[in-house]
């Protein structure tokens, strides 16, 4: 789109007639706006409009002309919102919680279209708000039934300064199975899920009576369910400049093994801090060395 396109887009919105028709003939990508302040007819038809782009350039013009295509939706919460309008200016009778009562019909003909076929695929990457993170919603509820992974962010968990703030009891994913994953991979992430499990069922046994009133075995349960929970954030490359710490990419055998050093108790020496914000077991190691060293 060129350079004096994007710095408008900078100011806070866009002149379509600052946009380089030369770049643009080398542009892969498309956006396709729906914004807050239109009316929620052209808020429905957004996405699917921006999906019959993305069918076009999938399937091409001509023979061996398709292309792997990736859509971003932000936020499909939007799509169910103008629904709802549109449905309450129809004068249909809502249905729970106040939305359209086509919600499921609505959800299931876009997110249906996000397909593969001979020519290319789509894979869609969505945005979705949870009103009153509440999972249960209707609205984000119709849609994780669409999605193959679901990723969500917790509020409770960035209050604890972990970063990426993942649940990861509510977060899901179809390929977790040992038949895409392998054996080792798929036990150390049930046990860590068991682990986390069992850590939120005693919190409230935790803040009422204290951990003392816990058996020796749930005292240690917590205490490795809060080392893994710190091992799960990560210092990301695009956050550097916000945590002030080098971004960090780890192998997946490398994450394997340190969960499961924590979950056998071969770190339990080193405090709760030393996993947070480090890359491999080798660092949380290091950084609790450190900070043992420092304690004493």
């Given amino acids: 789109y060129g350079d004096e ?24 990508a498309t956006l396709v706006f729906g914004q807050m302040n239109e009316p929620p007819g052209a808020r429905a038809r957004v996405a699917l409009s921006g999906l019959t782009v993305a069918e076009y350039f999938r399937d091409g013009d001509g023979e061996g002309a398709g292309k792997d295509i990736l859509f971003f939706v932000d936020n499909i919460f939007r799509f169910t919102q103008a629904g709802s309008e549109v449905s309450a200016l129809l004068g249909r009778m809502p249905s729970a919680v106040g939305y ?72 899901t994913s179809r390929i977790l199975s040992p038949a895409v994953l392998g054996d080792e991979h798929y036990n150390t992430a049930q046990r860590v899920k068991e682990t986390s499990q069992r850590y939120k069922e005693l919190q ?7 951990m ?21 954030s990560q210092p990301f490359h695009v956050a550097e400049q916000f945590t002030g710490l080098k971004g960090v990419l780890v192998d997946i055998k490398d ?28 660092d949380a190691i290091e950084k609790g060395k450190k900070l043992l060293a420092e304690a004493n």
Wanted: no cysteine; aromatic share 6%; charged share 30%.
């Fill in 5 to 28: 396109f994007l710095h408008s887009m900078e100011k806070g919105g866009w002149d379509l007639k600052a946009v380089d028709t030369e770049k643009l003939k080398e542009s892969k």
């Fill in 100 to 171: 359209q009562p086509t919600l499921a019909t609505e959800m299931g003909l876009m997110q249906e279209r996000i397909t593969s076929t001979k020519r290319g695929s789509i894979t869609s990457v969505q945005a979705v708000y949870v009103p009153a993170d509440d999972l249960t919603d209707p609205a984000p509820a119709t849609t994780f039934a669409h999605l193959d992974a679901t990723t969500v962010l917790s509020r409770k968990i960035a209050e604890l300064g972990i970063y990426p703030a993942v649940d990861p009891l509510d977060s």
């Fill in 204 to 210: 409230d046994i935790i803040a009422i009576l204290g």
């Fill in 212 to 232: 003392d009133e816990l058996s020796e075995e749930d005292k240690l349960v917590v205490s490795r369910a809060r080392r893994v929970q710190r091992f799960l």
């Fill in 255 to 282: 994450t394997i093994k340190g969960f499961n050093m924590i979950m056998d108790g071969e770190v339990d020496e080193y405090p709760e801090a030393a996993f947070n914000l480090v890359g491999s077991i080798e």
